[in-house]
């Protein structure tokens, strides 16, 4: 049987959705519009003012958002409550350099804390259940998010944390968890574990809610085979909220996106023209409930496509199919967000010509981060030695920027190979996107 947190809004007429919107959406531009100068200049250049939406069709109208906007507006120039007025912080899962940090007032959170509450009951969550949060705690937003959501479900919520995998199993089994929420490359670790350590039987795993990062289809079928559940995709990023912005339901055919606080669109990411259902693009979304951080029009970069098809579980809610890439360089590697160019300051700011290739992999569930660059010539004439003591400062000035450890390899000048056209500086050998 399904099972819905908020059966009238999750299963509400698309009239009733079509009509919530434009009513947010009116109300949120004119509370940007008052109170967030940098929106209002945003607005102003590009001559739209709030009269000028009237409804979900006048979306089009506004400007788009990017997190160059962000970076430039960090921290306060996007907050739209005083801060007396906020309860948390929380950041994006990256980096010393690009962090993005939002804002949440206790309404904030509370309906962002509704939207994963809706997300584990369509996971099949009760308040019988154990739910274990193996997601990271503090700045990162899977952590407190799902913690949140287990509450207003009412489960026994055990907040694990990332990490331990020892301790993560002994709870497990000892007290009885019933469903798993982490980053699925952690969910494939733990299936891994269980098995070498042969308690399969003592687990009452019915279900997991992994998202934070690309997975494929193999995959799911993977860990659901081997912990015996079922494996819920959960999508959403620290600008729009956290996760929950979309979850899976029974159907396991893409995530309905909570419309009644989100608007998506997909749009060319050439162009920035919006696309019809059914076209694969970017993903746009407008907030049209946040007190404290509202984004308006804010793309994601995620490469997507919505559909509006009736679902069996009988939400109403447009979903969107898993991630099929990204229109930026970013990549995911161990749950942090990590760009190429964050890799070549480093690298440039030591004294590196611009030749380096990050090739990313993943072994026994884990991702492996490993940067080879090329040394000028007079740094080749060096001891092997020497070559050792360059390539340990390499990877402490990596840590110190990325916050996770990357492999570095220097090699001979002139041996990355040379391309014709755009520089291949990533070479992803993980397969994480189905398309
Ligand atoms: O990863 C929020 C989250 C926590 C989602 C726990 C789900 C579960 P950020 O650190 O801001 O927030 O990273 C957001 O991660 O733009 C996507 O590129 C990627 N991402 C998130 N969920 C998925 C998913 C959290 N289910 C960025 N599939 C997003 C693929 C995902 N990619």
């Known amino acids: 049987m399904e099972r819905y947190y908020q059966p009238d809004i999750e299963c509400a007429s ?63 120039g996007l907050l739209a409550m005083p801060l007396s007025d906020c309860v948390r912080i929380q950041s994006t899962s990256g980096t010393t350099g690009k962090r993005v940090v939002a804002f949440y007032t206790q309404h904030d959170l509370d309906l962002w804390e509704e939207c994963c509450a809706r997300a584990l009951m369509a996971a099949g969550a009760t308040n019988e259940d154990v739910v274990q949060v193996c997601y990271g705690y503090g700045l990162f937003t899977g952590g407190p998010g799902l913690n949140g959501g287990s509450h207003k479900v009412g489960s026994l919520t055990l907040p694990m944390s990332s990490g331990n995998t020892d ?20 969910a494939a670790y733990l299936a891994e574990s269980i098995h070498e350590q042969g308690l399969r039987d003592q687990i009452q795993l019915k ?39 979309a979850f ?43 007190q404290a951080f ?90 092997v030695r020497e070559i050792a003591t360059k390539e340990k400062e390499l990877i402490d000035a990596l840590k110190a920027m990325l916050g996770i450890y990357a492999k570095v390899q220097l090699v001979a000048p002139k041996t990355i190979t040379r391309s014709e056209g755009k520089a291949v500086r990533v070479i992803d050998k993980r397969n994480l996107y189905d398309n």
């Open 167 to 186: 301790r993560q199993l002994q709870f497990m089994c000892d007290l009885g968890a019933t469903v798993l929420c982490c980053t699925p490359s952690y």
């Open 14 to 76: 698309r009239e009733q959705i079509r009509a919530w919107q434009s009513e947010r959406l009116v109300a949120q531009v004119a509370h940007v519009y008052k109170n967030v100068p940098y929106y209002r200049n945003l607005m102003d250049e590009k001559g739209v003012t709030p009269a000028d939406i009237q409804s979900v069709d006048d979306l089009h109208k506004l400007p788009f958002l990017t997190k160059n906007d962000l970076r430039e507006a960090y921290p306060y």
């Open 207 to 245: 279900s997991g809610i992994f998202g934070a990062e690309a997975w494929s289809e193999a995959m799911r079928r993977d860990i659901q085979e081997k912990l015996g559940i079922k494996a819920y995709d959960i999508y959403g990023l620290t600008e729009i909220s956290g996760p929950g912005v």
């Open 294 to 383: 509202p984004m308006m029009r804010y793309r994601t970069r995620d490469i997507c496509i919505l559909t509006r098809e009736k679902c069996s579980c009988g939400r109403t809610h447009v979903k969107m199919c898993k991630p099929m890439g990204r229109s930026d360089d970013m990549l995911i590697v161990k749950g942090v967000n990590v760009f190429p160019s964050q890799i070549e300051s480093v690298l440039i700011a030591k004294g590196y010509p611009a030749n380096y290739q990050i090739i990313v992999s993943r072994e026994n569930n884990s991702d492996k981060l490993e940067v080879q660059v090329e040394m000028t010539p007079e740094m080749f004439s060096d001891t």
């Open 248 to 290: 899976e339901c029974s159907a396991q055919t893409g995530m309905h996106i909570n419309e009644d606080h989100f608007i998506a669109e997909i749009i060319d990411p050439e162009t920035g023209e919006v696309l019809p259902d059914g076209e694969k693009g970017e993903l746009v979304f407008t907030t049209i409930t946040k």
